[in-house]
């Protein structure tokens, strides 16, 4: 069982930068690749970034490739996203996703899931 908890959202104006974190319980938090997501109101959930276990590969949407970096800390068990250039439609609930294996980009693949962390870009 791996429980995780985000923080780091919060209210920005567009160009600004936030960094996201999301730290697991649980001993085998390594041999976890790890995803985030996001839900913006009336969307469904997408696929944002995803790092492999090793932090030897990442993966990015489109929408946000050159300038989110997904990166992790296994001796801190912990994943973080750092947003830079932020735009408004960047606006949504981010959640932080584990799932036992290689990295994912489709949220029913992941197996465990954070409460979400609310991030509001202004213009």
């Known amino acids: 069982q791996v429980q995780l908890v985000e923080s780091g959202g919060g209210l920005v104006q567009a160009g600004g930068s936030l960094r996201l974190s999301c730290v697991a319980s649980?001993?085998?938090?390594?041999?976890?690749?790890m995803g985030w997501f996001r839900q913006a109101p009336g969307k469904e959930r997408e696929f944002v970034s995803a790092?492999?276990?090793?932090?030897?590969?990442?993966f990015y949407a489109t929408s946000v490739k050159g300038r989110f970096t997904i990166f992790r800390d296994n001796t801190k068990n912990a994943v973080y996203l750092q947003m830079n250039s932020l735009k408004p439609e960047d606006t949504a609930v981010y959640y932080c996703?584990?799932?036992?294996?290689?990295?994912?980009?489709?949220?029913?693949?992941?197996?465990?899931w954070g409460q979400g962390t609310q991030v509001t870009v202004s213009s």
């Open positions: 649980g001993r085998t938090f390594s041999s976890y690749a």
């Open positions: 996703a584990a799932v036992n294996g290689l990295p994912k980009v489709t949220s029913q693949s992941y197996h465990y």
């Open positions: 790092i492999g276990w090793s932090a030897g590969s990442t």
